[in-house]
């Protein structure tokens, strides 16, 4: 039977139980199917002959039949053989990830459509979340097209505009709270305690991580059931490494790959407890008090999945890696130039950590790599436009743009 279960003591807990933490020890849960179950499900629909996108793998997912979904077309997003960027870095066979290309820009998506069609079965009327911009914009727009109460709480500081403004456009109540993002998302917690008839949202939430186990599923459909030998993914609070994993692990126990990928954690080098745990060897995190990176969506120094992400990296013989805020900026410009893909720099730290992989030998150069980038570069203009040359004033006539452009020596030497 599909249910919850407590990743460390194994009590479960009913799909439609309420419940954040186990009772018995406060551990987090996840979704556990019965794999001959899962199989028979996967042989009643013709799943396959469906577009690749979240709902492709409604039987993987532990939504009840009559559920009404809550879509907007998430998923299915393109995974792009970046023949450039792979000569750059001295790889031949790349590929890009790009979740950009979700409906509200980001991986949040394929989590949130899950969690609110969950939340809607369940008969919620007002959601919640804690966020440092994405999953607020994402389940701000969910929230919009159930109809139902929607509140954000963001950290102090910095937050992207552009999801800031998603948030705000979709009608979420967004409260900034005085602290940083972990001190946000333990009222999350508390609320959630205290007012029953509020339903948590955040990356905990079991039913939002089956979501984002379909990107695992889609890099193995668009690669034909080939696995990658390494699939390298930003880190922030660690939801989304366990959910790819998850997916992976699922379709190899379904059979339908052969072998599993290493996956590879990219922390900022200023927020990065995983990493440092994985990079000295220790199967438990020291939290970081003040976390600090230009890649605000991954500013995140006590992340609640740590856990599922240790066990994914050590499981897949995969790594972690931390990269600096300039080598995110650069890698988020590079890709920008020569791929054409625009991602923000939480998104960048992957490119940014595979190039380290690669100058130091543990990534190689005929290996087949997917690199996720996690959200699209318009979800944070500022930082875009500060590292990007100055649009140039210019007189309106034809000679004034020709001679800013170089083209009037051409004209003259004709
Ligand atoms: C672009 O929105 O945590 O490791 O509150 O927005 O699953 O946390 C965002 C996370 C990577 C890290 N890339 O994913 C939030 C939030 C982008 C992100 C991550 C986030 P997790």
């Given at each position: 039977m599909v249910r919850q279960e407590c990743i460390n003591c194994k009590a479960t807990y009913g799909i439609d139980d309420i419940v954040y933490f186990c009772k018995k020890c406060g551990d987090i849960l996840e979704i556990k199917f019965d794999i001959n179950e899962l199989t028979e499900n996967i042989d009643i629909y013709d799943w396959k002959t469906k577009p690749i996108s979240v709902w492709r793998y409604r039987p993987f997912m532990p939504i009840h039949e009559s559920a009404k979904l809550i879509t907007l077309?998430?998923?299915?997003?393109?995974l792009h053989h970046s023949e450039h960027l792979g000569t750059e870095l001295c790889i031949n066979n790349l590929y890009i990830k790009n979740e950009g290309e979700n409906p509200t820009g980001s991986f949040k998506d394929r989590g949130m459509t899950v969690g609110?069609?969950?939340?809607?079965?369940?008969?919620?009327?007002?959601?919640?979340?804690?966020?440092?911009?994405?999953?607020?914009?994402?389940?701000?727009?969910?929230?919009?097209?159930?109809?139902?109460?929607?509140?954000?709480?963001?950290?102090?500081?910095?937050?992207a505009y552009g999801k800031l403004s998603q948030a705000m456009i979709h009608g979420a109540?967004?409260?900034?709270?005085?602290?940083?993002?972990?001190?946000?998302l333990e009222f999350v917690f508390k609320l959630g305690e205290k007012h029953k008839e509020i339903y948590l949202l955040n990356s905990i939430n079991p039913f939002r991580i089956e979501g984002q186990k379909s990107l695992g599923y889609e890099i193995c459909d668009q690669l034909n059931y080939e696995t990658p030998d390494a699939i390298v993914i930003p880190?922030?609070?660690?939801?989304?490494?366990?959910?790819?994993?998850?997916?992976l692990t699922e379709f190899y126990q379904l059979g339908l790959i052969k072998k599993l990928p290493k996956m590879?954690?990219?922390?900022?080098?200023?927020?990065?407890?995983?990493?440092?745990?994985?990079k000295t060897g220790n199967d438990k995190?020291?939290?970081v008090?003040?976390?600090?990176?230009?890649?605000?969506?991954i500013r995140i120094g006590a992340p609640v999945s740590w856990k599922k992400a240790i066990n994914a990296i050590q499981e897949s013989h995969g790594t972690a890696e931390t990269v600096t805020d300039e080598e995110i900026l650069d890698a988020q410009k590079t890709l920008a130039r020569i791929e054409g893909i625009f991602v923000e720099p939480a998104s960048a730290s992957s490119i940014a950590g595979l190039k380290k992989l690669i100058k130091k030998g543990i990534?190689?150069?005929?290996?087949?790599?997917?690199?996720?980038?996690?959200?699209?570069?318009?979800?944070?203009?500022?930082?875009a436009i500060k590292q990007s040359e100055k649009p140039i004033e210019v007189d309106a006539n034809i000679e004034a743009i020709e001679t800013t452009l170089d083209l009037r020596k051409a004209i003259l030497a004709r």
């Open positions: 077309g998430e998923g299915g997003t393109g609110v069609t969950k939340a809607i079965e369940l008969g919620a009327r007002h959601v919640i979340c804690a966020s440092t911009g994405n999953t607020s914009a994402s389940l701000a727009a969910y929230a919009a097209r159930a109809g139902i109460r929607c509140t954000v709480l963001i950290p102090s500081g910095k937050i109540k967004v409260l900034q709270v005085k602290g940083n993002f972990d001190e946000a880190v922030g609070n660690a939801g989304n490494i366990s959910a790819v994993w998850k997916g590879i954690g990219i922390q900022a080098q200023g927020s990065a407890p995983i990493a440092h745990a994985i995190i020291i939290p008090e003040n976390p600090e990176t230009i890649a605000t969506a990534v190689l150069e005929n290996e087949k790599i997917v690199c996720i980038t996690t959200g699209h570069g318009l979800k944070d203009p500022d930082t």
